[in-house]
Every structure is written in structure tokens, then in C-alpha cells.
């Protein structure tokens, strides 16, 4: 019997499993809407996408370095219990395996990527999140290169709370490439240097920088003096050759950098749910209101 996507459509709403898992449920039963329900019981899959409207953020992030390949990634999970979980942590693993392996150019084409046994990793990603009961999500990836002549540096801190990523070019070590990368972990810099910041970011941070200066009443024939002076401790806070080393204070990253004859060529840092709004529970009133549930 053809799959349509109709019947696809039907099934996904029925069970609230994902796309490719009904679709899978319905070539292994023939198209039979009621058999691939029990299908996908029977796997643990109908439930899966009950928890999709539930907040993940936490997690982990993880490094995974091949040669001159190295990929960081995030993956959520609804509680930190969850993500110190034995499954949770491999799982984990192999998706940076595959990812490496594949280099998708996108998250969506990350989902689609298959291993051995043919399963996509929305596929894996499903079967987890049955096994283990929570949301489970890719949220991002990025995958760097580099030549023999380079360095990779990588930290994890927090056993992958924060992970950061570093590109250190002109040179093979990586010890200092690491120590790039507990800076960046540690300081959250979001620029390598003054000419990445964005023009526009720059604007506003002038005007803003000017307008305070105005108000604390200093004559304007000195004000924009005192602009330029104040824009380089912004420069300090945002970009990371500006800013004092971590590790020797008394020096900046830059002249770090140049010691040890390279050029930081990119970094990715990665801090586990950022940006994602978490939803804050009364514990009160959750408990109450299963107690009022089960009268």
C-alpha cells in the first residue's frame, strides 16, 4: 500500500510521534493506521512528542576532535539528572561521531543523518527520549577545520556546562590553545578582534556612551574625547585579543597569542541554555495540583 503523507499526517496526530517514526510504523504494517498505533506503542515512540511542548535547558555540550576535524555541539535535556545520565552522555557521543563523519551544512540536514543501522538521528533522538522519558534536542552544532600547522583547543567546563572551541593558527601548540579556550569559557568575549564588531554595534555604543557623558554634565568640547576612551574598555569587554589574559592579567590575549607565534582564527563557545526561556515551577503549587488531580 502507498504511503501518502496524508496518512502520515493522520498517524502523527493520533500518536504525537515524530514524522519519520510514522512514516516508519506505517511501511512496517502496510499502511494499517491501527497496527502502526500498536507499532509504535509497542516501541515507546507514541508518547514521545507528548513531552515536545516541555522546556529543555539543560544538557551538555561536548568536543570531539579527529586530526584536523573538530566539532561542538549542544544537546538539551529537560533536567540536569538527565544529562549526567550514563545513555544521555553516549548518546551524545554518537551524534558528534555521525556529525563529524557527515558534516551536514544544517540542523535540519543534521536530523537526517543516518547510522549504520539506517536510523536518522531524529530517529535516535526519538528512541531516547522513550527510553529515558524526557525532551531531547539538538540544539546546535558547528564543525571546524584546521591544517597540520594549527592547533585545536578545546575545554569543556562543569563536565560540559560551558564548551568553547579554538582555531589557533601559525602554531601546533595546544596547550596554549587551551588556555585560549578556559579564557573564553571563563571572560565570554563575542568578538576576536575590534574589526569583527559590527559598525553598527559600535554606533551605539557611542551614542549611548555620549548621551551619558552629556548627562554627567561634561562640556562637549571634551566630549568626544572622553567617548573614544570609554568605547576602548567596551572594546575590552566584548572582543578577545582586548582583553587581559585569564591566566597573566598583566598581559592582554593578544600579546598571549603572538608569544606563542599564532593567530586565533575562530571560537565557538557554547554555554548549555543560553537563550532558552526556562520555565520556573512552583514546587507548591505543581504538588498541589496533583493532589487536587487525584481526588
Known amino acids: ?7 502520515v499526517k ?44 516541555r522546556i529543555a535547558a539543560e544538557g551538555t555540550t561536548y568536543i570531539l576532535t579527529e586530526g584536523n576535524e ?42 537526517e543523518v543516518k547510522n549504520e543501522e539506517g536510523a536518522s538521528i531524529a530517529e535516535q533522538i526519538s528512541t531516547a527520549v522513550a527510553t529515558i522519558g ?25 563536565g560540559g556546562r560551558i564548551g568553547v572551541l579554538v582555531v589557533l593558527e601559525g602554531t601546533t601548540n595546544a596547550d596554549a590553545a587551551k588556555d585560549i579556550a578556559m579564557h573564553i569559557a571563563a571572560i565570554k568575549p563575542k568578538y576576536i578582534s575590534r574589526d569583527e564588531v559590527p559598525a553598527e554595534e559600535v554606533e551605539r555604543e557611542r551614542k549611548v556612551l555620549t548621551e551619558q557623558a552629556l548627562n554627567e554634565g561634561k ?37 598571549f597569542v603572538k608569544s606563542v607565534g599564532g593567530n586565533v582564527a575562530s571560537f565557538v ?14 514546587f507548591a503549587e505543581e504538588v498541589m495540583s496533583q493532589v487536587k488531580g487525584n481526588k
Request: aromatic share 6%; hydrophobic share 40%; net charge negative.
Open 269 to 282: 563557545r557554547y554555554e548549555v541554555g543560553e537563550g532558552i526561556e526556562k520555565r520556573e515551577d512552583n
Open 10 to 53: 493522520e498517524l502523527r496526530e493520533k500518536t504525537g510521534a515524530g514524522m519519520m517514526d510514522c512514516k516508519k510504523a506505517l511501511v512496517e504494517t502496510n499502511g494499517d493506521i491501527e497496527a502502526a498505533i500498536d507499532y509504535l506503542r509497542e516501541k515507546g515512540l507514541a508518547s514521545a512528542s507528548k513531552k515536545a511542548d
Open 1 to 7: 500500500m502507498a504511503i501518502t503523507a496524508q496518512l
Open 219 to 255: 562640556p562637549e568640547n571634551i566630549v568626544a574625547k572622553m567617548v573614544e576612551g570609554r568605547l576602548g574598555k567596551f572594546f575590552e569587554q566584548v572582543c578577545l585579543l582586548e582583553q587581559a589574559f585569564v591566566k597573566d592579567s598583566d598581559q592582554k590575549v593578544r600579546d
Open 134 to 158: 524526557e525532551k531531547i534536542t539538538l540544539r546546535r552544532f558547528e564543525i571546524r577545520t584546521k591544517t597540520d600547522a594549527d592547533a585545536f583547543g578545546s575545554y569543556l567546563h562543569m
Open 70 to 111: 573538530a566539532i561542538i555541539l549542544e544537546v538539551n535535556a529537560e533536567t540536569d539528572f538527565v544529562a549526567k545520565n550514563s545513555q544521555f552522555q553516549e548518546l551524545v557521543k554518537n551524534l558528534a561521531e555521525q556529525l563529524l563523519k557527515a558534516k551536514p551544512e544544517s540542523l535540519e540536514a543534521a536530523l
